[in-house]
Every structure is written in C-alpha cells, then in structure tokens.
C-alpha cells in the first residue's frame, strides 16, 4: 500500500510509459498498452513471490542493516535509472 500511494511511482510509470510510446517499443493501442501492463504486472509479481519467498526461507538471518542497505540500493538504483532517463529525454527534445 505505501508503494501505490507514493506519487512517484505514478509519476515513474508516467515517464516509463512514455519513453516506450516515443521509441516505438509500444503503440498507442489499448491492446499494446494492456500488453505491456500484464508484462509490468506478472514481472512485479514474479518480483515479490521470489523477494518473499526468500525471506521466509531465511527468516531471521536478514538483519535490520542488510535490511535498510537492500531498500537504499533499491532507492539509489531507481534514482540513477530516473537522471539517466531525464537526460535523455532533455536531450531528445533539446534535438527537436
């Protein structure tokens, strides 16, 4: 639930959707785009049975440290994936 109430991953898949739409990896039909929300929906839900399934599996051997420094790669990767797609796109409309 924090994750569906946070804004910024609105915002993420705004972008990410857009990205798509203007390299042409996706048309603008409604069956591309539920093409690509089930391919987004089964990943993220791949995503998470495996994360939970190996926390279960080692239940109590994750500290809180591991724990915290998992969540800040996470937040750092998807920091780098957002400049790097910013850039990109400033470069893009900066040719046109």
């Not at 798509?20 to 391919?39: L, N, P, Q, V």
Request: charged share 10%; hydrophobic share 50%; net charge positive.
């Amino acid at each position: 639930m924090r994750c569906l109430g946070n804004p910024g991953v609105l915002l993420w898949w705004i972008t990410i959707s857009a990205t798509f739409i203007a390299h042409d990896w996706m048309e603008e039909t409604w069956r591309s785009k539920g093409a690509c929300w089930i391919g987004v929906a089964l990943g993220c839900f791949s995503w998470f049975t495996l994360l939970s399934y190996l926390v279960s599996r080692r239940h109590g051997r994750f500290s809180s440290t591991t724990l915290l420094r998992m969540s800040q790669f996470s937040g750092a990767s998807l920091l780098v994936v957002a400049i790097v797609t910013g850039v990109r796109l400033v470069r893009l409309l900066a040719h046109h």
